[in-house]
């Protein structure tokens, strides 16, 4: 805040106002290492990764900063034996996308919102299986990245509802002075 | 915290993005350029987590049998006229696994029989999914009193799972038998034909270059063939399957998708070790 004289916030509200920064980077980082547990699904880490990411870029971009997508990137790649930068590149794409376009979508009603995501989850596992051949250089199958990509907008509603209701609470508690 | 202009400031967030993204493809190449480098970064974050997964283990445990039991319940009926059935075929089994086992003794008796040491193995549990959207592998939690060398064989309580790639010091990855770049050399049991099991990262791995003339049995016993000095021959891998468009697959007897405990056996055995993307091989004293 540039240019408006504010009183001194206290030690709780500092504090508070870290928690908050940092919750939307955190919490994904948990998700994804729990996603990681042995869970029978294959590929459950990026479908994790990446709602969490692209709701977090349209409605809260300021606590998604791009360099948090990179590390989320580095730890998705890490976390599973995909080719290291892979996730990287891919996530940094459809973060870049949901910002460029968070003012149309946040406008937007649900449904929309989850039919673009949907064409994000496409889109971005298309990109990594792209990538993932040309580094590999051969063909992996293409029903990984399909399963990949129905994975991850089957499970966009899940994290959207409990993801919009803590932004909810977020803004409530900025919002009371 | 440095002042900046607001003109600056701006110019700097909106130059972040596409130096990061430069640096993620430059993340990129030094993976493909040095792959010791993540194997390295990926083993000692599991090696950091794997305490962690270690105490997740037990109540994702208690939520997955409760969810299995719930399912178990549902076809209870069933299960039981299975079983008796099964149980009825097995009896049958015993009596002339005994008649076979006293009669194996007799035999023995009359020769100059030296058995086989029994191999030692570990038990170690499955902590975490290791592999991904295009790889077949699992994550375990090694305790650190344990020795654990890579290429030792991973078999759960029914049959062979994998192979050891990577180890660490609390954590060890075993790529799974499905995963594409899993190459197995087994032996049809019965015919004792030699062929190639080949991940596809499909539930059932793929059988390929059998000898010509001697096409798989459906049914047939898949187990582990000594050839490549990689494998002990006879460890029980699966049985043939034909699919309906004539590909010939092997449905293992491991459960790949539901591990929860694997045994680690130490053969001796170094042979081809996994290819160079996903593990480079350690080098070895030359005998």
Redesign the interface.
């Known amino acids: 805040m540039v240019g408006r004289p504010e009183p001194s916030p206290g030690l709780l509200r500092r504090l508070d106002d870290i928690a908050r920064a940092a919750f939307p980077a955190t919490g994904t980082v948990l998700l994804m290492v729990i996603a990681a547990g042995p869970s029978g699904v294959p590929g459950l880490v990026p479908a994790a990764a990446l709602p969490c990411i692209v709701f977090w870029s349209v409605f809260r971009p300021g606590a998604m900063p791009p360099p948090a997508v990179f590390l989320l990137g580095l730890l998705q790649d890490l976390l599973t034996l995909a080719p290291l930068g892979t996730g990287v590149v891919t996530l940094l794409v459809a973060h870049a996308l949901a910002v460029a376009w968070r003012r149309f979508l946040v406008r937007q009603s649900f449904m929309f919102v989850w039919l673009a995501f949907c064409g994000f989850s496409a889109a971005t596992a298309a990109l990594g299986w792209l990538l993932t051949a040309l580094l590999a250089w051969n063909l992996p199958a293409f029903a990984s990245a399909m399963h990949q990509a129905a994975l991850s907008a089957g499970l966009y509603p899940a994290f959207a509802f409990v993801l919009s209701r803590i932004h909810g609470v977020m803004r409530r508690a900025e919002e009371t002075p | 915290m440095i002042r900046l202009s ?1 003109p600056l400031r701006q110019a700097l967030a909106r130059l ?2 596409p130096v ?2 430069a ?10 350029a040095d792959a010791l480098l ?1 194997e390295r ?2 083993i000692a ?1 599991a090696d950091a ?1 794997a305490p ?2 270690a105490a ?2 037990e109540p ?1 445990r208690a939520v997955r049998e409760t969810v299995e039991e719930f399912q178990q319940l549902l076809v209870l009926r069933e299960e039981n006229a299975r079983l008796r059935e099964e149980n009825e075929r097995l009896r049958r089994w015993q009596a002339a696994a005994l008649a076979l086992e006293m009669e194996n003794a007799q035999l023995r008796r009359h020769l100059d029989f030296v058995p086989e040491r029994a191999p030692a193995f570990h038990t170690a549990r ?14 375990l939690s090694i305790p650190p009193e344990i020795q654990v060398r890579r290429g030792q064989i991973a078999l759960d309580e029914r049959g062979f799972v994998g192979r050891v790639t990577e180890v660490g010091s609390r954590s060890a990855r075993v790529l799974l038998a499905t995963d ?1 770049n899993s190459r197995i050399p087994v032996t049809l049991e019965g015919s004792r034909v030699r062929a190639m099991m080949v991940g ?2 499909g539930a059932r791995p793929r059988l390929q270059h059998w000898s010509e003339g001697s096409r798989p049995a459906e049914g047939e016993r898949v187990v582990t063939s000594a050839e490549g000095v990689a494998f002990p021959a006879g460890l029980p891998v699966g049985v043939v399957r034909w699919t309906e468009g004539g590909v010939a697959e092997v449905e293992l007897f491991a459960r790949a ?4 405990m694997v045994r680690l056996f130490d053969f001796g055995l170094g042979g081809i070790l996994p290819p160079e ?2 593990a480079r091989p350690e080098p070895r004293p030359r005998r």
Not at chain 2, 23 to 31: H, Q
Not at chain 2, 257 to 260: C, N, P, S
């Open positions: 607001i972040s993005l990061l993204i640096a993620a493809f430059g993340t990129m190449l030094l993976g493909k993540a970064a990926r974050l987590l962690f997964y997740f283990a994702a499955v902590v975490a999914d290791g592999g991904g959207v295009y790889a077949r592998a699992v994550l594409m596809t990262n998708d539901r591990l929860d993307a996903i």
